[in-house]
């Protein structure tokens, strides 16, 4: 199985927007731009929303068959490692196996030694484009200790899937993403390099990228430092298929890809000059548009929306912890829950929805939102049904969203 050469992560928590994903996907398709949709969810959102893997491949060939879709399309099992991949292993084409957790953990140090000896037939530099990157000693023994731990596991990982899926085809991504300091391009290549040495092909690298990729707001960092590395990153990617025989379609992954449109206009830049791939993956902006189709639709969503503002803002420890190395919300800037509950329509909308030129958009109230899917699932029939009855207004928030925000500034 080969992953097409631009694919983007569409995120669903309640498996409710499946269909609207996909008519945006074949818009962007209608207008030239060959894109294939991944529906992807990960353990922890299934365990906090109470939804099974089953599900995810139920809504995904639903709305390929409702809308007549007849291209590749995927079902990917989000971040998973030995505990829980399991459960997906029937229902998914596509593994990202993410193995940050191991990333300076140390390996034996026997396969440390095993690595440097083998690889330091490497020394000296090698050239990517008109950057020579110094390899030495130092360098490597550096990299063992880092990463050796984590490849292996993906090893392990990777085999076992293999084994499990009896010989169905499957993609496989690699990500490192979720970690305090990127990876340098000469670490993505040897990376790269062991994967192949191991016997693991991903077709997709997910990387830690410098500047901040908060969950569901834009890019907090340094955009030209940003342009530089992702450059040579997509660079790096490109030498490591020549040199190492590695998939033809092997591309980078941005993760916690939603939102960040100031980034935008530099990946689509770089990847139409190099001709490269891109997987940009997607959560929560989905479930944010049908928040804000609530927000939108009147009295009872309304209460809805407020209802998750205030019982967020009470347990913020709690659903804040998860994704401490994806946030940055500070408390000071949150509006009080007495003012929330007074809110508009109106008013709540606009300070939900990604838009830098409205005055009342807040960057803090939205990540805030971003993690409170929790308390939506708690409310059960409550809250899905509530989907339902607004259906029209929140397709037309989850469209517009995916399309015009996201794929629109992406590739055209």
Request: glycine fraction near 6%; aromatic fraction near 10%; hydrophobic fraction near 40%.
């Amino acid at each position: 199985m080969l992953l097409e050469k631009y694919s983007f992560g569409t995120g669903d928590r309640f498996g409710k927007e499946g269909r609207t994903q996909l008519r945006a996907i074949q818009e962007i398709n209608r207008l030239g731009i060959p894109v294939v949709p991944v529906w992807n969810k990960s353990n922890r959102e299934h365990q906090l929303t109470g939804t099974t893997q089953e599900a995810v491949a139920r809504e995904a060939d639903d709305a390929v068959k409702h809308l007549n879709w007849t291209g590749s399309y995927y079902v990917d099992a989000d971040h998973i490692n030995l505990d829980n991949v399991t459960p997906f292993i029937k229902h998914s084409n596509f593994f990202t196996i993410d193995v940050a957790d191991f990333i300076g953990r140390p390996a034996p140090p026997e396969l440390q030694h095993d690595f440097i000896r083998r690889n330091l037939e490497e020394s000296g530099r090698l050239k990517v484009a008109n950057s020579k990157l110094q390899i030495d000693r130092e360098y490597l023994e550096e990299f063992a200790r880092n990463y050796l731990s984590a490849l292996l596991k993906v090893q392990k990982i990777y085999k076992y899937v293999t084994v499990a899926k009896k010989g169905s085809p499957f993609i496989t991504e690699v990500s490192m993403d979720e970690v305090d300091n990127p990876q340098s391009p000469l670490d993505i290549y040897f990376i790269l390099k062991e994967l192949k040495y191991l016997g693991v092909e991903p077709q997709t690298i997910a990387p830690k990228f410098s500047g901040l990729f908060a969950k569901g707001v834009d890019y907090e960092g340094d955009i030209d430092r940003f342009a530089r590395e992702f450059e040579m990153d997509v660079l790096m990617v490109k030498q490591a298929v020549h040199n190492l025989g590695l998939p033809a379609n092997l591309k980078l992954s941005v993760h916690s890809g939603s939102d960040k449109f100031s980034i935008y206009p530099v990946i689509k830049k770089i990847i139409r000059k190099h001709d490269a791939g891109i997987h940009v993956k997607t959560a929560g902006t989905t479930w944010l548009e049908e928040v804000i189709g609530l927000a939108r639709s009147g009295t009872e969503g309304l209460a809805i929306s407020r209802h998750l503002y205030r019982e967020a803002m009470n347990r913020f420890d709690e659903l804040a912890g998860p994704y401490a190395n994806v946030l940055h919300i500070d408390p000071a800037k949150l509006p009080s829950v007495k003012e929330v509950i007074t809110w508009s329509s109106s008013k709540f909308a606009a300070s939900l929805i990604h838009d830098p030129a409205e005055p009342g958009y807040n960057t803090h109230f939205r990540q805030l939102i971003h993690i409170a899917y929790k308390i939506a699932a708690e409310m059960g029939d409550e809250f899905t049904d509530a989907l339902d009855h607004y259906r029209e207004i929140i397709e037309d928030q989850v469209y517009t969203n995916l399309f015009d925000r996201h794929l629109k500034r992406l590739f055209l």
